[in-house]
Nanobody
Framework: QVQLVESGGGLVQPGGSLRLSCAASERILSFNAMGWYRQAPGKQRESVTIIRSDGRTAYVDSVKGRFTISRDNAMNTVYLQMNSLKPEDTAVYYC??????????WGQGTQVTVSS
C-alpha cells in the first residue's frame, strides 16, 4: 500500500543544481530509514545517501559535500539537494524506504542527466 512518488529529475549543466523530492503515502516517521539510490547504464545500483528516523545521515564518498538529504515530516517528503553536479552523477535515481526486518519500498525512478 505504500507509494513513493518522485519528482525533480531532469537535464542540468555541469556545476548546476537539482532538488529531488520523494513524497510518501505514509508518515515518513513510520520508516526506520529513507534514502536515495542511483544506477547508471551498465553499472550496479549504489546507495547514495540515507536518513534514519532519528535524523542521522550518511553519504557515499563521491557525493559528500555536494549532496544533502533532508526531510519534511509534516509533508511526508524526503529531499535530495544536489549541487555542483558532475557528468558522472548521471543516473536514474530511486527513492526508497524501509521498515527494518519487515519490508522495503521503492519509487519508480527519476532520470538525472548532467551534460553540456
Amino acid at each position: 500500500q505504500v507509494q513513493l512518488v518522485e519528482s525533480g529529475g531532469g537535464l542540468v549543466q555541469p556545476g548546476g543544481s537539482l532538488r529531488l523530492s520523494c513524497a510518501a503515502s505514509e508518515r515518513i516517521l513510520s520508516f526506520n530509514a529513507m534514502g536515495w539510490y542511483r544506477q547508471a547504464p551498465g553499472k550496479q545500483r549504489e546507495s547514495v545517501t540515507i536518513i534514519r528516523s532519528d535524523g542521522r545521515t550518511a553519504y557515499v564518498d563521491s557525493v559528500k559535500g555536494r549532496f544533502t538529504i533532508s526531510r519534511d515530516n509534516a509533508m511526508n517528503t524526503v529531499y535530495l539537494q544536489m549541487n555542483s553536479l558532475k557528468p558522472e552523477d548521471t543516473a536514474v535515481y530511486y527513492c526508497y524506504a524501509s521498515i527494518t526486518g519487515l519490508s522495503d519500498y521503492w519509487g519508480q525512478g527519476t532520470q538525472v542527466t548532467v551534460s553540456s
